[in-house]
């Protein structure tokens, strides 16, 4: 099989030739393959970020798995705000005719990654200057964007398209707004739904393999009846869309996630979930998660990133990489993973490990 043949079947409970091993290489390790700034990467996309996951799966000899947000359209640029030789600092503006309209974040960039998030109200700098503009290297948006991913990628794995759920994010003004403003926000989060399917009928048009629902930290800042009144919702439309459309959706929500696995699996038709940390970050017991929710749901996670990967010997790895397949490999819908982004300094061995466990002891 190839990687993305081995993949697909995972998705869709069906045994591969053997469990893919998928680590989760977004962003930290492979600005770090690069030798780059991580705003060259990420900033400037020199080379574009699916070029640098691409090639870091090569590096490893694991099958390529991973997301994309895909810009689907030309209208925002991006400012410098701050730039020395390690740290730089960019906030996105939207030119309109009424003005300029920033973003109310800025995103703080170290030589190497990762990167951080801000309210760009919280920096003690000039955070409207126009005095640079980035000129990125790369400019293509929307199914282009797409297109090329795909093609780089082409049998060696599966590129996911992103959207994302509404619900209360991480800012602690998102959670005093839906107590405070209740109606005013249920309002702004039914807009963002309505816009999240937009989007998803114009990826569904490109005919990807997958898609994935991307909501980092979802159960951690949405409490079950939060999640239904403001989330669930959507990734029931979103989910019977993909079905309808032919392609997998997978959903990314690291943290606890243990009664998200339940309502997806008995109220959606979502078909694959990720990464299933355990504790004390994440909730999830992944032999139990498959004995319960197997038949309705793939699995992919869920290897300790700090503990295991960036901690643990070779021999650790690859006991844990045999553990996870005994838990959830039988009968395929399975894919072996990072339990979220694999950390920055690795070691090389470690991730290697995780697919010479794959590829012999995942064998079916």
């Known amino acids: 099989m190839t990687p993305r043949e081995r993949i697909l079947t995972t998705l869709r409970r069906k045994e591969p030739d053997h469990v893919p091993a998928c680590p989760d290489l977004y962003e930290m390790v492979p600005v770090r393959l690069t030798g780059r700034a991580a705003w ?5 996309q020199d080379p574009p970020i699916w070029k640098a996951r691409m090639d870091s799966h090569l590096y490893y000899g694991t099958d390529a798995f991973f997301p994309l947000a895909i ?7 991006i400012a410098v705000l701050y730039r020395s030789d390690e740290k730089m600092i960019i906030r996105e503006f939207l030119e309109t005719d009424n003005g300029i309209q920033w973003s109310p974040f800025a995103r703080i960039y170290e030589y190497a990654p990762p990167s951080a998030r801000v309210e760009a109200n919280s920096l003690d700098l000039d955070t409207t200057s126009l ?24 049998e ?8 994302r759920l ?13 107590y405070d403003e209740p109606e005013k926000f249920a309002e702004e989060m039914r807009q963002a739904g309505e816009a999240m399917l937009e989007d998803l009928r114009e990826i569904l048009s490109w005919k990807p393999d997958v898609v994935m629902i991307a909501n980092s930290g979802l159960m951690i800042f949405n409490s079950e009846p939060v999640f239904r009144k403001l989330s669930l919702e959507w990734l029931k439309k979103a989910t019977a869309m993909t079905a309808a459309a032919g392609v997998v959706s997978h959903i990314h929500c690291c943290g606890p996630e243990k009664k998200l696995v339940e309502i997806s699996a008995q ?7 990720e990464p299933l940390e355990t504790a ?8 139990e998660l498959k004995q319960k929710y197997g038949k309705k749901l793939a699995f992919k996670g869920n290897l300790h990133t700090t503990d295991v990967l960036l901690y643990g010997t070779v021999e650790r790895v690859k006991e844990a990489c045999k553990r996870a397949i005994d838990d959830a490999g039988e009968g395929g819908g399975f894919v072996l993973s990072s339990a979220d982004q694999t950390p920055r300094d690795t070691p090389d061995a470690n991730i290697i490990a995780m697919q010479e466990v794959a590829a012999t002891y995942g064998k079916y």
């Open 40 to 44: 060259d990467v990420l900033v400037y």
């Open 71 to 77: 810009p689907m359209t030309e209208q925002y640029k």
């Open 131 to 154: 005095r640079e503009v980035v000129r990125p290297n790369y400019t293509k948006v929307g199914r282009e964007y797409f297109n090329n991913a795909r093609n780089y990628v082409g």
């Open 156 to 163: 060696r794995g599966v590129i996911m398209p992103m959207v």
């Open 166 to 178: 509404p619900c209360i994010d991480h800012r602690p003004e998102s959670t005093y707004r839906y």
């Open 267 to 273: 109220e959606t038709d979502l078909d694959s979930i």
């Open 280 to 287: 004390p970050m994440g909730d999830c017991d992944l032999r």
